[in-house]
């Protein structure tokens, strides 16, 4: 079996933004082949590292080439794992199942690229779960944005009725007939095991991940000692006006940069 975060190919992408080169790379992770998004400054320069976690599920919410290059044109080197199972990745996706491990060995890939010692996870909406669990198993990263992100997968479950069909297959059953799918998934019981500082970025009005997931981290992460600074929006939903979306994004990645570790 090759190592994880082992290099398979290296694809050059059509980039946006004249400033930043970008490649698609296929990698490994548990003895499949998982592609994700490469965006380098073209400008030489040493960078600061961020592992970009998607939301969404296979093609809903993919990794978009644009926003990449916003956040790395900010003065990062990113990647952007796509998880398995999607644009012709091994296996299948599994919403934060084994598929967090596509994410935790894509920090390897972003090392490569990066100054090692400066890692930063941002994370969107079902991105939020993965980011998490990455800050728990990885003790190498500086710090975490979380933006809209998924941090309860029950509240998921109880709050998506859209998703639950998904979420039936894709874990193996309803949490009340499957509860081992769900429990493996659940990661604020293990918070403590992280120490990372982190940003959460959410809207009130969000419906599409509640406002309630934030709430539940930020007591998770102050019940823990964890630094952890908030930034909610009471007019917002799931998505921010471009303008002000640009803004926070701007914002978030000197919060970044700001950013010691612990």
């Known amino acids: 079996m090759?190592?994880?975060?082992?290099?398979?190919?290296?694809l050059t992408y059509p980039s946006p933004n004249p400033n930043i080169i970008m490649s698609e790379i296929t990698y490994w992770s548990c003895g499949l082949r998982v592609k994700g998004m490469l965006a380098v400054p073209k400008k030489p320069g040493n960078y600061d590292g961020i592992l970009y976690c998607r939301g969404g599920m296979?093609?809903?919410g993919m990794v978009r080439p644009a926003r990449i290059a916003q956040i790395a044109s900010e003065g990062f080197v990113i990647f952007?794992?796509?998880?398995?199972?999607?644009r012709g990745g091994e296996g299948r996706d599994e919403f934060a199942g084994e598929d967090r491990w596509d994410a935790v060995y894509g920090v390897e890939v972003l090392k490569r690229y990066c100054i090692p010692g400066r890692i930063h996870l941002f994370a969107f909406s079902r991105g939020g779960i993965m980011g998490l669990w990455i800050a728990i198993l990885r003790n190498d990263i500086t710090s975490l944005v979380t933006w809209a992100g998924v941090s309860d997968i029950y509240l998921t479950y109880e709050e998506r009725l859209d998703m639950r069909k998904m979420m039936k297959r894709v874990i193996g059953g309803t949490p009340t007939k499957f509860p081992l799918g769900y429990e493996q998934r659940d990661v604020l019981p293990r918070i403590e095991e992280t120490n990372v500082p982190t940003l959460i970025i959410h809207g009130e009005r969000d419906n599409n991940v509640s406002f309630e997931h934030a709430k539940v981290l930020e007591q998770a992460l102050i019940g823990n000692s964890i630094p952890v600074e908030t930034w909610y929006y009471p007019e917002f939903t799931?998505?921010?006006p471009s303008k002000i979306n640009r803004r926070v994004v701007k914002d978030a990645c000197q919060w970044m940069k700001n950013q010691r570790g612990v």
């Open 2 to 10: 090759k190592i994880n975060g082992t290099i398979e190919k290296v």
């Open 58 to 60: 296979q093609s809903i």
């Open 80 to 86: 952007a794992p796509y998880y398995r199972g999607n």
């Open 238 to 240: 799931h998505f921010f």
